[in-house]
């Protein structure tokens, strides 16, 4: 795997997106009470994966790649999702996910996009002796 350049915090930033990913993978699988038409259900699955994409689009990986393992990865969960006798297989659930995914490549591109970059100098900064 190749670390951002000049990011001495990369190996914390990946830290946090593993958790990231790792939150999204177990609210996904765990039971969850039924709700009948939640309104904001839609915007939870656009969000669950906007943010890990916009985290992980950062860090300067191969973002059509990781845009794509993200979108396999919200389509294989409602799969398994469809499996279980707690949860239910939602196409609108994979489109919001993938959308969540879109934009967040597409903010990743603009200087939003440089705010882990930002921090990292910052915090360097913000030690004394090191450069």
């Not at 904001?40 to 300067?60: C, E, S």
């Not at 609108?92 to 996009?113: E, H, K, Q, R």
Request: no cysteine.
């Amino acid at each position: 795997m190749q670390l951002p350049d000049n990011m001495r915090y990369s190996i914390w930033w990946y830290g946090i997106g593993a958790l990231l990913l790792l939150a999204v993978i177990v609210s996904s699988l765990v039971p969850v009470p039924r709700i009948e038409s939640a309104p904001n259900d839609k915007l939870i699955h656009f969000l669950l994966y906007l943010v890990p994409m916009a985290w992980f689009g950062q860090l300067r990986l191969r973002r059509h790649w990781l845009a794509l393992g993200f979108i396999l990865l919200g389509f294989l969960l409602e799969l398994i999702q469809g499996q279980t006798r707690y949860r239910t297989f939602e196409w609108l659930d994979v489109v919001a996910n993938s959308t969540g995914v879109i934009v967040a490549w597409l903010v990743v591109t603009t200087p939003m996009g440089q705010v882990l970059r930002r921090l990292d100098q910052w915090l360097q900064t913000r030690r004394p002796g090191v450069q």
